[in-house]
């Protein structure tokens, strides 16, 4: 592999609670891990990351660290990770750490000192203000619900927290706070794992000025434009990879809400020196509405097209682009993106990925899309355990922004615990996932969607992931590649061409239920096309030049 392997990756990611239960406690665990990675080696997983495995309360499942240099006792312990690197990196696994250092939890001993008193040495270290008008130094609203502000009776005055209030903000502007950050993640290093995603880090300099933000259809104001991408973050990035990550062989990649393209090319050009790769936003708000997800409307694929394209065609030359239908944060992509119905969930599955591991940049599968899990539908909102999901249900029927019904409804199409609910192993009791009690109820489809049934189906989701990781690996044009979109106003065919010199693939996605024509555009000459993969049975006879496509066909060609 040459220095950038992380290019030619596929990425897993693991969200260990609900991953695999090793002990019977009903929460998963490295253990766990450990005993299903011939399953991430048989798909051709090359990376895993994995969600936080830290100390923690666990007040936002472990992105609330209280120990960066302990296991959740949950999850087991530091010899069970140690065992767990070791057999990764025996199947050319490699670890990705989560890396959650916009905050910590109110639990850690820098913030147990850092409100102990004004003068502490680790005041520092957090975001600390005092009031305005006998209220919260500004307007803005947390994630969570409510202000971003805390008011600490112990010293009398507050601490931001953009996330809940069991998330302070880490200062970025203290040099000491940094170097604690650097070193924790040379820890880590020294350990041996192979990177880091790093969370919000787009977050992490705030303006100094904490002035109010707009307030638009809630209470609160949108701090978004003071702390994102914010006035010193090219700085602590660079920072951040010369004190570390260059001087080992890491994959990076940075969650950033609210980046464009153009913010990114910095963030990811190699001569720049800060990161590999950012996760953006902008696919999966398609169709946010007022409330963002929350009121979800109907999206076109036409603007799903426009977003991937333009990020193509941003990072072709400089910078590099990472690929995500899903994570432990958004709805599954069939549900999202495809049709979870029984008659599309397996095709619809099957296209999305093609769509997505055609295009160019690095693939990441979310736990459970390698067998075509769907979004959960709890009845009660009792069942759901996401922080962001109860406080926004209770805040917004408080404030009468949302109803039961309507609020109901956005959670079953975008709830994070969509995500959540444990991996499908078995059509055994709760999945195979736990001998125990499950901490979430699991998905009822598990009976017919699970591991074991998609490996004896040679037809599954799974082995078409599988085929689409090996011809990764076997054709450069899909890893290096240029892209042309094709059809651009079309609004259920997505189709585009990769090309590399003389090789040139064609790829076509039916989004739709429906048969819409192929016509190849004009520009494109070649005449004889080879079929490399496709999720419906391979007609040879016909044309590919002009041709109906199935409901939520996918056919990817080499053209000759
Ligand atoms: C993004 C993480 O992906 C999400 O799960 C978490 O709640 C927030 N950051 C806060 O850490």
């Not at 570390?244 to 050009?269: Q, R, S």
């Not at 993106?337 to 599955?349: A, K, L, M, T, V």
């Not at 992931?465 to 090996?470: D, G, N, P, S, T």
């Not at 002009?546 to 053209?559: G, I």
Request: proline share 4%.
């Amino acid at each position: 592999m040459n220095q950038e392997w992380w290019k030619q990756s596929v990425v897993y990611q693991i969200y260990p609670r609900s991953f695999k239960d090793s002990n019977g406690d009903g929460i998963g665990d490295i253990k766990g891990i450990t005993q299903s990675l011939d399953h991430l080696q048989n798909l051709g997983a090359d990376v895993i990351w994995l969600s936080p495995v830290y100390r923690s309360p666990n007040d936002d499942n472990g992105y609330d660290i209280s120990d960066y240099r302990a296991i959740m006792d949950e999850f087991g312990t530091m010899r069970d990770f140690d065992e767990m690197l070791i057999e990764a990196h025996a199947r050319n696994i490699k670890i990705m750490m989560d890396l959650v250092v916009n905050h910590t939890s109110d639990e850690h001993p820098w913030f147990i000192e850092s409100r102990s008193s004004k003068s502490s040495p680790y005041r520092d270290y957090y975001v600390w203000r005092p009031g305005k008008n006998g209220g919260p130094p500004n307007n803005w609203g947390s994630f969570f619900g409510g202000s971003a502000w805390e008011h600490d009776p112990a010293t009398g005055e507050y601490y931001l927290h953009l996330f809940s209030r069991k998330q302070p903000d880490l200062n970025w502007e203290n040099p000491q706070l940094r170097r604690e950050v650097y070193d924790l993640m040379t820890f880590w290093l020294d350990k041996g794992v192979d990177g880091f995603r790093m969370d919000v880090v787009n977050f992490i300099s705030k303006d100094q000025s904490f002035g109010d933000g707009v307030v638009g259809d809630t209470a609160y104001g949108d701090g978004g434009p003071h702390f994102t991408n914010g006035p010193r973050i090219h700085e602590f990035l660079h920072d951040m990879n010369q004190e570390v990550l260059a001087k080992y062989d890491t994959i990076t990649v940075g969650e950033m809400p609210n980046v464009g393209v153009e913010e990114a090319k910095l963030y990811t050009a190699k001569e720049r020196q800060e990161l590999n790769m950012v996760f953006h936003f902008e696919h999966v708000d398609v169709g946010n509405g007022k409330f963002g997800k929350w009121s979800p409307q109907p999206w076109k694929l036409t603007d799903l097209k426009t977003i991937f394209t333009r990020w193509q065609k941003g990072l072709e030359k400089q910078g590099w682009n990472s690929l995500y239908w899903s994570n432990h944060d958004q709805p599954r992509a069939i549900s999202r993106f495809g049709c979870d119905s029984e008659e599309y969930r397996e095709i619809s599955g099957k296209m999305l990925a093609t769509c997505l591991h055609m295009l160019k940049g690095t693939p990441y599968i979310y736990q459970g899309e390698e067998i075509g899990m769907t979004n959960v539908q709890f009845e009660s909102v009792n069942d759901y355990r996401d922080i962001e999901t109860l406080n926004t249900y209770r805040d917004y029927l408080a404030a009468g922004l949302l109803t039961h019904g309507e609020m109901m409804k956005a959670i079953h199409e975008r709830s994070r615990d969509n995500a959540r609910t444990p991996m499908q192993w078995t059509d055994a009791e709760h999945a195979g996932f736990t001998a125990g009690q499950p901490w979430m109820a699991v998905n009822p489809n598990y009976r017919y969607i699970n591991v074991e049934a998609a490996m004896r189906d040679q037809n599954s989701i799974f082995y078409y992931y599988q085929k689409l990781i090996r011809l990764r690996k076997e054709n450069p044009v899909i890893v290096d590649g240029g892209y042309e979109l094709l059809l651009d106003d079309h609004e259920q065919i997505y189709a585009y061409t990769r090309t590399l010199q003389e090789d040139q693939l064609l790829v076509i996605c039916n989004f739709s239920a429906e048969r819409p024509l192929f016509t190849l555009p004009e520009g494109l000459t070649r005449t004889r096309a080879e079929l490399l993969i496709s999720n419906y049975e391979a007609d040879d006879e016909e044309d590919f030049r002009s041709f109906r496509l199935k409901p939520y066909e996918a056919r990817v060609y080499r053209l000759k």
